[in-house]
């Protein structure tokens, strides 16, 4: 039984290690097919990946929770994951009364605190990307009436009818263009607190557009037009593939339904399957592939822009 149990482990191991190979071959290589086609978008979405590929682990991880903004250091995140950790591990060793399961099925806490943490960078992102064409639009109005760059931003910074986050950002970068920070260096410095790939993309347009002496002026009319037509197509998909996301989880969420309410309505209907190993194991291992079907489902559900 054991030879069974370490079989699994080791091609389990192997799947992973497959993956994860596949999965990081496939972003290099697109990388560079993306930088050879010279698209501004796809530049952009580009240097974003070869910017975050470069970074240390702890460097990304800090960064990522300074992007969150919940106020989590890496030590507490850090603390939070060996939490999780052990809940799971005295969580199926209890269950299985096995250390050699429990052990790696641990490892699975370190899931939860990154999706924590990343579903709040999210949120705030896409409020910061649909704050940030308001803020494009004003610039724009104000070199429409002859005003410089300068005072752009600072009608963005101190104006009425944006978000706290669009208003403290720009502000930064106010501060760093009047410290004689060149303007393309203060919005990548705004897309490191960030993360907005839209802010990615204004500051790249302006980086290319500072030294060959083209408009300012039509360069953001052109960005607001890209990004506003980019998120009407992302509300098209978001309804187009409404009903088949909201399938997606009524059927990913059935058999949990139906197990924990046969559970209620008998609770002896699985004693007999978990008084054994093989049968807890058997258990266990469904869990577990049921919620990778979830994530599996869920990932190829998702729409890049």
Request: charged share 15%; net charge positive; with cysteine.
């Amino acid at each position: 039984m054991k030879a069974v149990i370490w079989l699994v482990y080791f091609i389990f191991v192997m799947f992973a290690g497959l993956t994860i190979y596949l999965y990081r071959r496939s972003s290099l290589i697109g990388l560079q097919d993306r930088l050879a086609q010279g698209n501004i978008n796809q530049i952009s979405k580009a240097m974003w990946q070869q910017q975050e590929q470069q970074k240390s682990y702890l460097e990304r991880l800090k960064l990522e929770l300074e992007r969150s903004r919940t106020g989590i250091t890496v030590n507490n995140y850090l603390i939070m994951c060996v939490l999780f950790c052990v809940a799971i591990f005295i969580g199926v060793n209890l269950i299985m009364d096995s250390v050699v399961i429990a052990l790696p099925m641990s490892f699975l806490g370190l899931i939860f605190p990154k999706q924590i943490v990343k579903s709040r960078s999210n949120k705030i992102m896409k409020n910061f990307n649909y704050q940030l064409i308001k803020a494009l639009r004003r610039i724009s109005s104000v070199l429409h009436s002859g005003g410089n760059i300068t005072q752009a931003v600072q009608e963005v910074a101190v104006g009425f009818g944006m978000s706290n986050i669009v208003r403290e950002e720009f502000q930064k970068i106010l501060t760093d263009i009047k410290y004689n920070t060149p303007l393309p260096q203060a919005l990548y410095s705004c897309y490191e607190r960030t993360g907005s790939k839209d802010m990615l993309l204004f500051a790249i347009s302006v980086d290319i557009l500072a030294p060959t002496g083209g408009r300012l002026l039509t360069t953001i009319d052109n960005l607001v037009s890209t990004i506003n037509e980019r998120m009407r197509l992302e509300k098209d998909m978001q309804a187009l593939t409404a009903q088949a996301r909201t399938s997606s989880k009524i059927l990913s969420a059935l058999p949990f339904v139906i197990m924990g309410g046969m559970w209620l309505m008998n609770p002896s209907y699985y004693g007999e399957m978990l008084s054994t190993f093989s049968g807890k194991l058997t258990f266990l291992l469904c869990i577990v592939w049921m919620s990778f079907g979830i994530y599996v489902n869920k990932m190829i559900m998702k729409i890049d822009y």
